[in-house]
């Protein structure tokens, strides 16, 4: 404690050299300069920099050298938090097919991803970390839940922007709805995809539908591409 007290004398008295030393040239530049110097915006120079050192280079407390045990709560779920949220590219590129027709671009994204993850976990971490007792576990419990939320959801997400083949559109689209009871519906008909359409046969003999455009992993809904097919999604209310 002695030599505490002795470095903040020591610091006071620097402080009180700097400011009599900047008081010094503005009065010499008063006395050189005359009303010239008074007139102009002081201070200037270096001058103008003496009394804002907290300002300029604000105190930022050093990362704790030992964790306690909220503090590595905190830490472990925003690193779960961040996580989660590097996989959403990923997920989107393996649903989307991007990630087999564009590997290398893929797997770009997920590092950028994963690094803007990590950046947001250590700042994000660093000012929890200074939040008293217990209070520093509060953001990490918060992120924790936030992250099984993310894993949870991403993938269903997912799969309803890319449902993946056009069979699997026809069934969300029509089968589980409008066409679900009928000579439409899916143990009841034979399909197949001729270039971008998808042909849909009733084994009942009823009209064949002919539906588009059939992409894998397209977004694009299924419609009509015939006036037969638009007048029997019309018949069943689709």
């Not at 001058?47 to 300002?55: I, N, S, T």
């Not at 027709?101 to 991803?113: D, G």
């Not at 509060?138 to 997400?157: E, H, L, N, R, T």
Request: glycine share 8%; charged share 20%; with cysteine.
């Amino acid at each position: 404690m002695a030599e505490v007290r002795q470095m903040e004398r020591d610091e006071q008295a620097v402080g009180e050299r700097a400011l009599a030393f900047a008081d010094a040239v503005l009065e010499l530049l008063e006395h050189h300069h005359g009303d010239a110097a008074v007139e102009a915006p002081r201070p200037r120079g270096a001058a103008r920099l003496v009394g804002r050192e907290d300002e300029l280079v604000p105190y930022r407390p050093p990362w704790p050298r030992k964790l306690r045990p909220e503090q590595a709560v905190t830490m472990v779920g925003l690193s779960l938090l961040g996580l989660a949220l590097a996989a959403i590219p990923w997920t989107i590129a393996y649903k989307s097919r991007f990630l087999v027709e564009h590997p290398k671009l893929s797997v770009l994204a997920w590092a950028a991803a994963v690094a803007l993850a990590a950046a947001a976990v250590s700042r994000i971490g660093f000012r929890a970390l200074q939040l008293p007792g217990r209070a520093a576990a509060v953001p990490g419990v918060v992120a924790a839940v936030a992250a099984v939320i993310v894993w949870q959801v991403q993938g269903p997400v997912a799969d309803h922007f890319y449902p993946g083949d056009a069979y699997e559109r026809y069934q969300r689209q029509y089968t589980d709805g409008c066409l679900a009871a009928g000579p439409y519906r899916v143990d009841a008909v034979q399909t197949h995809i001729e270039g971008e359409v998808l042909v849909v046969r009733p084994i009942s003999g009823d009209p064949v539908l002919r539906l588009g455009p059939a992409r894998e992993a397209g977004t694009d809904p299924l419609r009509p591409l015939n006036r037969t097919t638009h007048t029997v999604l019309e018949q069943y209310g689709c």
